[in-house]
């Protein structure tokens, strides 16, 4: 017999944080890329639930725009947390490239509350950004963590903020 989903217990509170940024999500199945018409057609995440589910975070869109042109207004930029390695509620961060701006920034699309009290933030591959950051967070911490250190990414920010430099090595032709 099946059970109902685990709800996270403060999944009213960590909606409203993420659309007080102008942002939402919606429940996508999880390795699966968002289609926009069946986006268009759903409505928002009102809980966040332990599955084999993602949550896509979107901009909310003005009157007489779509999904789509609102996210792609944001240059595909967007949610992300600076995340102090050392802070408690963080289990795993993986700083990929190209970063946005600051060493502890982590940019993501997606979000997915796993069994065992761990959320994973993180951005599918795709070719423009074939690696990109990831972290795993303490669930019962989540809460907090956006509370302190979610915000969006914007092409001002990262004009703004001191440049990080990205060294290529081409380690082709190493001799052995």
Known sequence: ??????VFPQSKELKQIIESHG??????????RPIWYQIERENPAETFE?????YFFVPIPNQRQTWRDAYGITKSLGPSLEVDPTYEGLLAVYHGSPKAGRANEV?????????????????PKIPQY???SKALL???????IFEDHFRIITMEDLKREPKIAVVIVDDRHETN
């Open 138 to 144: 303490r669930t019962d911490l989540l809460l907090p």
């Open 130 to 132: 074939p690696d990109p």
């Open 23 to 32: 942002w939402t999500t919606y429940r996508i199945p999880h390795g699966e």
């Open 1 to 6: 017999m099946f059970g109902l989903p685990k």
């Open 107 to 123: 940019l993501f699309t997606r979000m997915i509350l796993h069994e065992g009290n761990q959320t994973a933030l993180f951005s």
């Open 50 to 54: 332990v599955g084999d589910h993602s």
